[in-house]
């Protein structure tokens, strides 16, 4: 994408930032995972990631706060989500450094034990910078129980009616709905669509008749009917794990 084709000046600003700071900027390294081998149960899975690999992570430096989260739909094609803050995106090249094989995980030979992560599941990785960071009208302290996540791409020229959407009407009538805690908004680093992810904190999984009233402006109408490429999920709260000192209001995104 290029910046000078933004239509909207405030919305250019924003992304233009957000894009040119890649080196110092604080973003999020998305994990998308299925397990895939046929001897490594979910019980397994999670026994690993929920303990040695999340704990590696932490210990690399690269991150200093993991959350993870179980995908409400069973057909999805990935299941579980882990999101690790990156308080400085170009730290994420030592990710080859964080250990990959573990004792709880099959070998590539049917009956062994020692294998590599990488040979077992099915892996989408995602590298964004963050672009903002909305408490709504009412701060609420805590964690909330789900996440919606909505990846998007949209036609060239239109991502700065995107970013003033957000900025100026939608996050502000997100907010309204019960149980809304929080929504933080990234640009992928690579610049591939979908391009943009915004994730929204919620108390429960299953959202109230406002959101018809939210996404149903004309303003969002508009906007939404310029998005190429879109996937939303629901997510389930599994765990979470932080640098030791993190206030609460430093274990958020």
């Given at each position: 994408?290029?910046?000078?084709?933004?239509?909207?000046?405030?919305?250019?600003?924003?992304?233009?930032?957000?894009?040119?700071?890649?080196?110092?900027?604080s973003g999020l390294l998305m994990v998308l995972s299925k397990p895939v081998h046929p001897d490594l149960t979910d019980a397994t899975f999670n026994?690993?990631?929920?303990?040695?690999?999340?704990?590696?992570m932490l210990a690399s430096n690269i991150t200093d706060l993991?959350?993870?989260?179980?995908n409400t739909n069973p057909a999805a094609k990935y299941p579980y989500l882990a999101l690790y803050r990156l308080p400085d995106t170009s730290k994420i090249s030592e990710l080859g450094k964080v250990p990959t094989t573990s004792d709880l995980l099959p070998g590539k030979v049917k009956g062994t034990k020692g294998g590599a992560y990488t040979d077992v599941l099915d892996l989408d990785k995602r590298v964004y910078t963050r672009t903002q960071t909305f408490e709504g009208q009412v701060e609420v302290k805590g964690r909330g129980k789900a996440l919606v996540t909505a990846s998007?791409?949209?036609?060239?020229?239109?991502?700065?009616?995107?970013?003033?959407?957000?900025?100026?009407q939608h996050l502000d009538m997100?907010?309204?709905i019960k149980g809304y805690h929080r929504s933080t908004r990234y640009v992928k680093l690579d610049g591939s669509?979908?391009?943009?992810?915004a994730m929204h904190e919620l108390d429960?999984?299953?959202?109230?008749?406002?959101m018809k009233l939210v996404l149903g402006t004309e303003w969002a109408k508009k906007v939404l009917s310029k998005v190429m490429t879109s996937q939303n999920d629901v997510w389930?709260?599994?765990?979470?794990l932080g640098k030791d000192g993190l206030s609460e209001a430093q274990m958020r995104f």
């Amino acid at each position: 994408m290029r910046t000078s084709t933004l239509v909207s000046l405030a919305g250019a600003i924003s992304l233009t930032l957000a894009l040119a700071q890649t080196q110092t900027a604080s973003g999020l390294l998305m994990v998308l995972s299925k397990p895939v081998h046929p001897d490594l149960t979910d019980a397994t899975f999670n026994q690993w990631y929920s303990g040695p690999h999340i704990h590696d992570m932490l210990a690399s430096n690269i991150t200093d706060l993991i959350l993870r989260y179980k995908n409400t739909n069973p057909a999805a094609k990935y299941p579980y989500l882990a999101l690790y803050r990156l308080p400085d995106t170009s730290k994420i090249s030592e990710l080859g450094k964080v250990p990959t094989t573990s004792d709880l995980l099959p070998g590539k030979v049917k009956g062994t034990k020692g294998g590599a992560y990488t040979d077992v599941l099915d892996l989408d990785k995602r590298v964004y910078t963050r672009t903002q960071t909305f408490e709504g009208q009412v701060e609420v302290k805590g964690r909330g129980k789900a996440l919606v996540t909505a990846s998007m791409g949209v036609v060239n020229g239109t991502e700065g009616e995107l970013d003033d959407w957000y900025r100026r009407q939608h996050l502000d009538m997100l907010s309204m709905i019960k149980g809304y805690h929080r929504s933080t908004r990234y640009v992928k680093l690579d610049g591939s669509s979908p391009m943009f992810l915004a994730m929204h904190e919620l108390d429960s999984v299953t959202v109230g008749p406002e959101m018809k009233l939210v996404l149903g402006t004309e303003w969002a109408k508009k906007v939404l009917s310029k998005v190429m490429t879109s996937q939303n999920d629901v997510w389930e709260y599994i765990i979470e794990l932080g640098k030791d000192g993190l206030s609460e209001a430093q274990m958020r995104f």
